[in-house]
């Protein structure tokens, strides 16, 4: 219960979610955990629950101003920075609007960049910074999606955001290990964990039971067990993991559990 003692942990868009989840988990495992959210009401309640050891501070992620506000308060209060999850992000369907191909809009194309991308390079440019002023490296986890590694025809802009996470958490990888800063940047990708962003997407019993019956361990995920592995990732039992991809789908990726006929 203590493998994060001493860190301290940045959680984006954590205010419910797999976000909240993660910084529960952080907590349990004695990190000081900052969470940060654009929804204020929602994120202060989440810090409530973690006692001592969590912290809430407003955040729009699209900001690079606030980024900078972000690291620097806190570097002040805390000392540094060890753990960052770029976990915030949308599926932009949310308002209703069309995201396929064909019929999304170039603003709704951007709107969705901007928080699922351009947040993360914004989060992975000023983690480096903060972490490399302590010398003491650090982790970051970065958030994709099964949605990143196969085609949505549905939500377009959302796999292509998920897929240049992919990437761009390799490319941090290089890159910090080539500066000797001994910060490690890794990606999940979850698939079908039952969040409230799940539930908005789901439109009948009969959908569910549909979706429950496609997946090979025929049920959906927890947040608590993408929590578990970002765990992993921020300790220090994975120094030796940076670059890497780590699927949570209970098996979709790996292809069918149905025989064929």
């Not at 495992?29 to 409530?48: F, Q, R």
């Not at 992919?166 to 969040?195: D, Q, W």
Request: proline share 3%; net charge negative; charged share 20%.
């Amino acid at each position: 219960m203590n493998r994060l003692s001493n860190k301290v942990c940045l959680v984006t868009g954590a205010a419910s979610g797999i976000g909240a989840a993660i910084a529960k988990a952080f907590a349990a495992e004695d990190a000081t955990v900052v969470i940060s959210d654009i929804n204020a009401e929602k994120g202060a309640a989440t810090v409530a629950a973690l006692g001592s050891k969590g912290f809430f501070l407003r955040h729009d992620v699209t900001d690079e101003a606030q980024w900078q506000s972000v690291m620097a308060t806190i570097v002040a209060q805390h000392g540094g920075l060890d753990v960052l999850v770029n976990n915030a992000g949308v599926m932009g369907t949310e308002g209703g609007a069309a995201h396929d191909p064909e019929h999304a809009t170039l603003d709704e194309w951007h709107r969705v960049m901007k928080i699922n991308l351009d947040s993360v390079f914004l989060g992975c440019k000023h983690a480096i910074a903060a972490m490399r002023a302590t010398g003491r490296g650090g982790s970051i986890i970065n958030m994709s999606s099964r949605s990143g590694l196969v085609g949505v025809p549905k939500t377009a802009a959302y796999a292509a955001s998920k897929a240049a996470i992919r990437n761009h958490s390799k490319t941090v990888a290089l890159y910090c290990a080539g500066e000797n800063l001994g910060i490690r940047c890794n990606s999940l990708y979850p698939a079908s964990i039952r969040t409230p962003m799940w539930e908005s997407m789901i439109d009948s019993r009969e959908d569910e039971q549909a979706l429950i019956d496609a997946m090979p361990l025929h049920r959906f995920g927890r947040p608590d067990e993408v929590a578990a592995v970002a765990i992993l990732l921020a300790s220090d039992e994975a120094t030796y993991i940076t670059g890497s991809e780590f699927n949570i789908d209970g098996g979709i990726l790996a292809g069918t559990s149905t025989s064929p006929k």
